[in-house]
Every structure is written in structure tokens, then in C-alpha cells.
């Protein structure tokens, strides 16, 4: 069984930071691309970052420069550093795998202005 699990989110006043970690059973990240999602209310699921099997990693430009994303295989979790937070920010932030197309539950992230 494959599980997923996000944890880190919370409520951060505008330009703080947030980690957010996505800690996974059943599949070792180190062997997929895993990417962060995110998803606000009345919006699409946005892909924030990647980071593929390689290590190489990837995200837009509206996020560029703020957050990063990274791996510890021996802990098998990726984390999403967040910096410079921005009211629109905020949203539930998805841990996915192109493997197989996992999905976390999500982790709620609320940046204040």
C-alpha cells in the first residue's frame, strides 16, 4: 500500500516561511519524479515544483526564486521550502508521483497579509 503524507502546512503572516514535508510508504520517491501541487478554492490544481528521479528540478515562474524543492532518499520524503510567502499562496498543497499518479491528502497553507 502506497501512502503519501503531507505535514508542515499552517498559518504564516505574508513574507514568513514555510517546509513542507511529503513522507512516503509503499514507494521510494527516489526512483520518480514527485511533484508539489497546489489548489485554492474556486481555482485548478496549480504544479508549484518538481524534482525529477535525477534530481534536477523545475517550477514557474510564479513561484521561482521562493520556493525549492528537495529530496532526502534516505528519509524518503520531499520537502517544499517556501519562502517570501504571498497571500496568494495560499491553498492546500498536494504531494503527487508520476508514478502511478499518487496523490497525499493535502496540506492546508494560509499566508496572511
Known amino acids: 500500500q502506497v501512502n503519501l503524507v503531507e505535514s508542515g502546512g499552517g498559518l504564516v503572516q505574508a513574507g514568513g516561511s514555510l517546509r513542507l514535508s511529503c513522507a512516503a510508504s509503499?514507494?521510494?520517491?527516489?526512483?520518480?519524479?514527485v511533484d508539489w501541487y497546489r489548489q485554492a478554492p474556486g481555482n485548478q490544481r496549480e504544479l508549484v515544483a518538481t524534482?525529477?528521479?535525477?534530481?534536477?528540478?523545475n517550477s514557474p515562474d510564479s513561484v521561482k526564486g521562493r520556493f525549492t524543492i528537495s529530496r532526502d532518499n534516505a528519509k524518503n520524503t520531499v520537502y517544499l521550502q517556501m519562502n517570501s510567502l504571498k497571500p496568494e499562496d495560499t491553498a492546500v498543497y498536494y504531494c503527487?508521483?508520476?508514478?502511478?499518479?499518487?496523490w497525499g491528502q493535502g496540506t492546508q497553507v494560509t499566508v496572511s497579509s
Open positions: 503527487h508521483t508520476t508514478w502511478r499518479n499518487y
Open positions: 509503499g514507494v521510494y520517491l527516489g526512483a520518480t519524479d
Open positions: 524534482i525529477r528521479s535525477r534530481g534536477s528540478t
